[in-house]
């Protein structure tokens, strides 16, 4: 492989996870809006985040086989599944419109979390998956304050996330092909009929994403209806959402220099943490931005980090450990968005928030088991 095909592959690989973090950044601003737009309670549109996990859910059992199709045709069809999504989530006038768009996007972007992994390959993975997910939050980072101003411009600020919808067609012409051999250049003994059992640390692993997942998307989906709670308005609440977005960009675009050099899971684990308990408590608007920029930051290497440690498993070819991780944030995807929204018909939404801290605090836990047996 050559530094300009790695080079390439790179682009698109950064090209596709702008698009997840796009859609998945717009996901809390566009639950809001959908709900003032619609005039339903908030709970009704819970379904928006779950939705996106049906789609990791149906790319972690059917992955092998669509990888079998090679990266290129993959985020092609993903392409054109999420424009449809976008679109339906952007003009949908029913509940049923707007969770049909969230189940269309999450299809379409489980096609190119799947893709990623192929198009990166094994050479430097850590390093170069957090990169890649790097430039999703800063997609994430800008999609919420793009459906602010369009909430301010336009009839509704969903209409502000149909922007992907008009580059992916780019996306989806692009040939750049993935690393051939995809999951064949480990060493000959994964071959061997143990390789399709999944022993305890690959277990521990993928129950680590499904955790670090599970508190990230508690931000992404509710962060927006926290600050709303606060007191601060509908279209003002989608722009400043994107606080968590900015920590997460700014975590992992610094945070592949220092892997390796600190323990990732379990600090990043504690600042998150931390931050998620200042957010349950009765505080100011600004206290709340800080403090999910804070857990932004904190959570921001946990995902990629977790992710290459799982595909570095020698136990098990390498486009199953893909599917298990689309499966792994497919579950975190489908359970939390949804749990929260049953936990706000009865509480305060901020105090759901506390799931955070025992999610991250089980990923540790799973994390270092993982470590000492090694």
């Known amino acids: 492989m050559t530094t300009l095909q790695r080079m390439a592959r790179d682009r698109h690989a950064f090209a596709i996870q702008a698009a997840i973090g796009w859609c998945i950044g717009g996901l809390g601003p566009v639950l809001v809006l959908g709900a003032r737009d619609l005039d339903v309670p908030r709970y009704q549109l819970a379904?928006?985040?779950s939705a996106f996990g049906f789609g990791l859910l149906?790319?972690?059992v059917l992955g092998r086989r669509i990888l079998g199709y090679g990266a290129e045709p993959v985020t092609r069809v993903g392409a054109v599944v999420v424009t449809a999504g976008v679109l339906l989530l952007g003009f949908g006038t029913t509940v049923p419109l707007l969770v049909a768009g969230g189940l269309l996007q999450g299809i379409g972007c489980s096609a190119f979390l799947i893709a990623t992994p192929a198009l990166i390959g094994i050479d430097d993975r850590a390093r170069r998956l957090a990169m890649a997910v790097g430039v999703s939050s800063i997609a994430g980072l800008i999609a919420p304050a793009v459906i602010a101003v369009a909430d301010q411009l336009l009839t509704s600020g969903r209409i502000g996330l149909i922007v992907p919808a008009?580059?992916?067609?780019v996306v989806a012409a692009r040939r750049v092909r993935a690393p051939e051999g995809l999951g064949i250049d480990r060493p000959?003994?994964?071959?061997?009929?143990?390789?399709?059992?999944m022993n305890v640390d690959t277990w521990r692993c993928w129950a680590v994403i499904?955790?670090?997942?599970?508190?990230?998307?508690?931000?992404?989906?509710?962060?927006?209806?926290r600050l709303v709670d606060s007191g601060v308005e509908v279209d003002t609440a989608s722009g400043l959402a994107a606080s968590f977005a900015i920590g997460m960009a700014v975590g992992r675009l610094i945070g592949p220099r220092s892997l390796g050099k600190l323990g990732?899971?379990?600090?990043?684990?504690?600042?998150?943490?931390?931050?998620?308990?200042v957010v349950t408590v009765d505080v100011s608007a600004p206290l709340l931005v800080v403090a999910m920029a804070l857990a932004g930051l904190g959570i921001a290497v946990l995902y990629p980090v977790s992710l290459a440690r799982l595909l570095d498993d020698p136990a098990l070819?390498?486009?199953?450990?893909?599917?298990?991780?689309?499966?792994?944030?497919?579950?975190?995807?489908?359970?939390?968005?949804?749990?929260?929204?049953?936990?706000?018909?009865?509480?305060?939404?901020?105090?759901?928030?506390?799931?955070?801290?025992?999610?991250?605090?089980?990923?540790v836990a799973l994390d270092r088991r993982s470590a000492a047996s090694n």
């Open 47 to 49: 379904w928006l985040g």
């Open 58 to 60: 149906g790319a972690g």
């Open 166 to 169: 008009f580059w992916l067609v």
């Open 188 to 197: 000959a003994a994964v071959a061997s009929p143990k390789s399709e059992t």
């Open 210 to 225: 499904v955790l670090v997942v599970s508190a990230e998307f508690c931000f992404w989906t509710w962060g927006a209806a």
């Open 264 to 277: 990732p899971v379990s600090l990043g684990a504690l600042v998150c943490g931390i931050s998620a308990l």
């Open 317 to 363: 070819p390498e486009p199953r450990l893909i599917a298990l991780a689309a499966f792994a944030s497919g579950i975190a995807i489908t359970v939390t968005p949804t749990l929260l929204g049953l936990l706000d018909r009865v509480v305060e939404i901020r105090y759901t928030f506390v799931l955070v801290p025992v999610f991250l605090g089980g990923a």
